[in-house]
């Protein structure tokens, strides 16, 4: 059954059979759910292997519904692959198993969002992003930099390229008057 799990996909996270209230109908259908490091995937009809995904980036909000119909949660989706907004209703096989659904789709969001940020930042630090696609040499990790597509580029050479900043001008000079 895991064969409709694409192999680009981490481990599951969270796993099971949720009840998905049908968008037009408003009827219950039983669908295999998987929430991974970041997507959350269900089967698209029962015992498909085609599996219809939403990128954990996008979730806007995961909520338990109150009252006595508290074996129910929502996740609502927006965002460019997601659109304006897309909720998907379910209903669990408990209230904690609904909140076990919301608490780790909040945490997988949350951790996934902290990843990015810190990405983005490492490459910000180290300078990555600059660096062309055919460098070898990783920016900002070695005394060469971005040393090109052989990464043999001399000291002397590293100092006087392109990609160094311009020496600062002399300063103007001082103590002679008109």
């Excluded at 209230?21 to 039983?30: I, S």
């Excluded at 009809?45 to 219809?52: D, E, F, L, T, Y």
């Excluded at 897309?86 to 669990?92: G, K, L, N, T, Y």
């Excluded at 789709?105 to 660096?131: F, H």
Aim: glycine fraction near 8%.
């Amino acid at each position: 059954a895991m064969a409709a799990v694409d192999p680009g996909f981490s481990e599951p996270i969270l796993s099971g059979r949720l009840r998905k209230k049908g968008q037009l109908t408003g009827l219950y259908y039983d669908r295999y759910f998987l929430l991974d490091d970041t997507t959350l995937q269900y089967e698209s009809a029962a015992g498909s292997r085609q599996m219809k995904s939403f990128y954990l980036e996008e979730l806007d909000s995961a909520e338990q519904l109150t009252g006595k119909q508290s074996s129910e949660l929502v996740f609502t989706f927006r965002g460019p692959t997601s659109g304006p907004e897309w909720r998907i209703h379910v209903r669990a096989r408990s209230p904690d198993a609904a909140r076990d659904w919301v608490l780790t789709a909040l945490d997988a969001r949350e951790r996934l969002r902290a990843k990015q940020t810190l990405s983005v930042l490492s490459a910000e630090a180290t300078g990555t992003q600059s660096c062309p696609p055919s460098a070898s040499t990783a920016c900002g990790t070695d005394a060469q930099g971005c040393g090109g597509a052989t990464g043999v580029t001399s000291m002397s050479e590293a100092s006087t390229s392109a990609s160094a900043p311009p020496p600062p001008p002399p300063p103007p000079p001082s103590g002679k008057g008109p």
